[in-house]
């Protein structure tokens, strides 16, 4: 069965099925029976348990797709976002970096609480009369308008930027921040990976490609493309045509911290997304934002495209 057809379905059937208790995501990818991801294309869907995948399969809904699924038992998904504490500070990447890059850590505050997330990349507005310069990140790292990014920590001397647009959309977690001094920023330089200055839209045959991403938590990673078309449950929300990668045996792609992170697909080194969710689990998976959706959403480009 081809992918259009297998979207036409999920669309069809993925309500229902993540309405099932314990169910928290559905999405295309291939069987695990290929081995190497060159299986044939299935139905991912995503359990906390397996009581959760008994339940559903116990459903006469599933006898009525035409398509094979297949049933991954891991954590429910969380954002990756790291509340500061005062004792997670530690073994993480706090470097002041002048100029700014991609893949860094930002620091915010409003007036209960603070939070660090990871610097994306750099963009423009494709609206006209508008030449600033801007910071990408998710929308729950910047997530008000008029709040202060910091870089690395908290403090006047620190701030490098303002949060300009902060609007939610099903299918993206992100936002932007006007930067303060656009001549004291690498544009489309990301730490530890070089300059990325195209981007990629994924289709089925970027399933079971490398992903790599530079995160202020767990730095630069690598992972499997695991998931396009996904439907996920984070933190309570949907987030729709989402893809998903499965982290390297005995690792992980992102944690706390890793929010906004740059995805790119290693064997083109282009960004294909904004990195927002995992579940925390060595081996298990994280979960980004398609670029185009993001850039199509803030009606945005790479800063020099």
């Known amino acids: 069965m081809g992918y259009e057809e297998m979207k036409a379905l999920q669309e069809k059937y993925e309500k229902e099925i993540l309405s099932s208790g314990g169910i928290h995501g559905i999405g295309i990818g291939r069987r695990k029976n290929g081995g190497d991801g060159g299986g044939e294309l299935a139905f991912l869907i995503y359990a906390e348990s397996q009581s959760a995948v008994d339940t559903l399969r116990g459903k006469n809904l599933l006898s009525d797709i035409p398509a094979p699924c297949e049933y991954i038992v891991e954590p429910p998904f969380k954002t990756d976002i790291l509340y500061v504490d005062g004792d997670n500070l530690v073994s ?79 299918d993206t977690d992100a936002a932007l921040a006007i930067v303060n001094a656009p001549d004291d920023v690498a544009v489309n330089v990301i730490e530890e990976i070089g300059r990325v200055s195209q981007t990629t839209a994924l289709t089925s045959a970027d399933l079971g490609q490398r992903m790599i991403k530079r995160g202020r938590t767990t730095g630069l990673t690598e992972g499997t493309l695991e998931t396009i078309n996904g439907t996920f449950k984070v933190d309570g929300v949907y987030r729709y045509d989402c893809a998903c990668v ?20 290693k064997g083109n080194g282009r960004l294909a997304g904004l990195h927002f969710a995992g579940n925390q689990k060595l081996g298990g998976t994280s979960i980004f934002c398609k670029i185009d959706n993001v850039f199509r959403n803030l009606n945005v480009k790479l800063a020099d495209t």
């Open 92 to 170: 993480q990447d706090q470097g002041r970096y002048r100029p700014l890059m991609g893949g860094i850590q930002i620091y915010l505050r409003n007036g209960s609480s603070s939070w660090m997330g990871t610097l994306g990349t750099f963009v423009k507005s494709q609206a006209a009369g508008d030449n600033n310069l801007y910071m990408l990140s998710n929308l729950h790292v910047l997530e008000t308008v008029g709040l202060a990014v910091s870089q690395p920590l908290f403090g006047r001397e620190n701030i490098v930027g303002m949060v300009s647009k902060a609007t939610d959309f099903i």
């Open 246 to 265: 499965r982290a390297d045996a005995g690792t992980l792609f992102s944690d706390r911290g890793d929010s906004g992170s740059p995805v790119i697909l």
